[in-house]
Every structure is written in C-alpha cells, then in structure tokens.
C-alpha cells in the first residue's frame, strides 16, 4: 500500500472516530437533557406536594383548634353545668331550709285563737296622756297544735248599737312572723287618743279583731273610755300597730 493510500485510510479512522466520538456526546447529552427534565417535573412534584402537606398541615391545625375550641367548651358546659348544679343545690338548700324553718306549721285561723284585751296591771291607756297612749290585746293559740301568725291585724271599734263602726288605720312599723305553741300568746298594741271631753269623742263598745290573712273576726268587749273622734283624719292618734 502507498503511503498516500495510508494516509487517506488514517484519515477515514479519525473521522469514523469523531463521528461517533461526536454521535456518543450527542446521545449523552440527549440522556442528561431527559434526565433534566425528569429532575425538572420532580422539583414541581415536590413543591406540590409540599404545598399539599402544607395545606394538609393548616387542615389538621384547624381541626387541632376545633378540638380545643370545643374541648374549652366542653369545660365551658361542665363549669356552667357544675355552676347550675350548685345553684340547685343551693335552691334546693334554701327551700328545704324554709320548708324545714316551716315545719309544716300553718298560719293561725281565727278559729283557732282567741283574743282579749290586757287590762292588769299598767296595762289600762293613760286617759291623761298627752298625744296618746296606748292598749294591747292579746291573741292566744287555744288550739292542739303550733301555728304561725305575723302581720297586722285588723280592728274594727263599733258603737253600742254596732251602728258606727271605725275601721282602724295601720301604722308603718315593719313586722315579722313568729310561732304560737299551743298555748302560746302573742300580742300587738294600739295606739289611742283618749278624750274626757263631752263633745267630739267616740265610745267604743265593742273591738272586732280580724287574724291576719283572715277574714272572720273576734269581738272582745271595750275597756276603756272615750276616744277622740278622728274617723274622718287622715292621721289618727288611733291606728294598729303590727303583732309581736
């Protein structure tokens, strides 16, 4: 083979080799461009799913937050609930304990009691008082069993004849319940302007006392002298004041 011939076949070796030198660069390139793209849609991928966890997390945070939210009001209920419960027990407390400060003791009925003026000892009104003096009557539980009286009482005076009647007027004293055993008494005053003069009085005969909550009286005889006719007063020296 001539030496020009050799050369030309090194040549053509050569340019096989970098061609396909050139062909290996290209498919390897074309690997590393796919493998690129592949890592490529990875990244978004896992941006994605990161977002997803994410969200996935602000999901389960919330869920977390409701959960507290009602757990905090489910302790809400048990404080209102165990706050109501105590509130009943209270009530319930404080109503057995009016039942029981009660004991089943009911009001006195007239026909229970029987009513008397006081009259011994300094018990009789002053007829020399000035501005007034007063006078009790008492009310006694003849009855087999306790009962409770409290309040004002109403009193009638009427003449003779029961043809004039005074209504009595109350005071403003406060006043409270008490309990009358069998036997037990009890009493309220009036207070009374007492007259010896021989025109503007008024003779009582008769007193007609009416228990409170009542409405049957007791009539008990008048004691005393004449009082000062005030029936028409809008404040009369004689009025009621309020049992015990």
Known sequence: MSSSATVRTA???RTLRLAAAALTAAAGLTLTACSGADA???????????????????????AAGAQDSDAQAGSGAKA????????????????????????????????????AFATGGDAAPDPD???GTTTSIVLTNKG????????????????????ER?????????????????????????????????????????????PPNETTSLTVKWPWGTLVDQRSATHPGTFVNPIG
């Open 40 to 62: 490529t849609g990875a990244k978004p991928a896992g941006r994605t799913d990161a977002g997803a966890a994410a969200v996935e997390s602000s999901g389960a945070g919330s």
């Open 80 to 115: 209102d609930t165990k706050a109501g419960g105590t509130g009943k027990k209270s009530g319930g407390a404080h109503a057995g304990g009016g039942g029981g400060a009660g004991s089943g003791v009911q009001r006195c009925h007239t026909s229970g009691l029987k009513a």
């Open 11 to 13: 040549r053509r070796r």
């Open 166 to 210: 005074w209504s009595l007027a109350r005071s403003s004293k406060k006043f409270s319940s008490i309990t009358l055993q069998p036997g037990d008494s009890t009493d309220f005053t009036l207070n009374v302007a007492m007259t010896k003069e021989e025109t503007g009085f008024y003779q009582p005969a008769f007193a007609d006392v009416t």
């Open 129 to 131: 008082a000035s501005g």
């Open 144 to 163: 087999s069993s306790a009962c409770k009286i409290g309040g004002f009482p109403g009193v009638d005076l009427k003449s003779e004849n029961g043809g």
